[in-house]
């Protein structure tokens, strides 16, 4: 079986050896770098098909990381940090790291997070290449009484049509494709009203109330839209 490798960022050996035979218990190849430097050298050379990143390295902030490999590869990368500042969390994720969780962390839930992340890889690389041989229909998202059909552009509870704004369709829809993921208010605001729209997110958050009165049972303890507090909102994965 030709499983997938792991490179696994981490400067503290200890966490380092955790980390490592962790992933190997779900039967994934591992690769070990200790600094930053070394961690570039691999990725050029090695192309893993994931990355568990630290930020805090000897030589260089993890953040830098990202950045330098998101200019040129969408390879999937979970931070695993001891940063819990909800700026770091949103630093990390608007330069394009796809999860981010924070030590100490459940094995069973670093587990859980590296399989979402392949999952929606693999979902985005077959809908842009073979959509028929997906499982799944990739053209409507159903979740509890929530129906979203993406050709027809229709969106029911409970089978009832809903009626949305074009807006608020639009930041739905963007969480849904998403979903799974935690997508800041930066990324939110910056996909639904472009790089220039101002970066207070009161809009967004009286957008976001709407929808919830309109598909959640209760909006205060919404199911559908999750609110991250203070870095943004997610959708549960289907
Ligand atoms: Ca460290």
């Known amino acids: 079986v030709n499983k997938e490798t792991i490179l696994i960022v981490e400067d503290d050996m200890c966490m380092s050896q955790h980390l490592s035979s962790l992933v190997a218990k779900d039967n994934y190849k591992t690769i070990l770098a200790f600094t930053g430097v070394d961690a570039f050298t691999i990725i050029n050379s090695h192309c893993p098909d994931l990355i568990l990143l630290d930020l805090g390295l000897p030589d260089m902030d993890g953040l830098h990381i990202i950045k330098e490999t998101r200019s040129w590869s ?69 979740y509890k009484d929530l129906e979203i059909n993406f050709e027809s552009r229709t969106v029911k509870l409970k089978n009832e049509l809903i009626h949305l704004t ?16 935690i997508i800041t208010y930066g990324e939110l605001v910056n996909e639904i009203w472009g790089p220039f729209a101002d970066k207070n997110n009161k809009i967004l958050r009286v957008n976001i109330s709407n929808i919830r009165r309109k598909i959640e049972k209760d909006p205060s303890h919404p199911e559908y839209i999750l609110t991250e507090i203070g870095v943004g909102y997610q959708v549960k994965e289907i």
């Open 166 to 181: 074009k807006i608020e369709y639009k930041i739905l829809i963007f969480l849904v494709k998403n979903s799974g993921r």
């Open 74 to 142: 969408q390879v999937p990368i979970i931070v695993v940090s001891s940063r819990k500042n909800e700026n770091q969390i949103v630093l990390a994720l608007e330069a394009g790291a796809d999860d981010y969780i924070t030590k100490p962390f459940g094995n069973y839930e670093l587990l859980a997070r590296i399989r979402t992340a392949f999952r929606h890889l693999y979902y985005y690389s077959h809908i842009y290449s073979k959509p028929n041989t997906f499982p799944y229909n990739p053209l409507i998202y159903h």
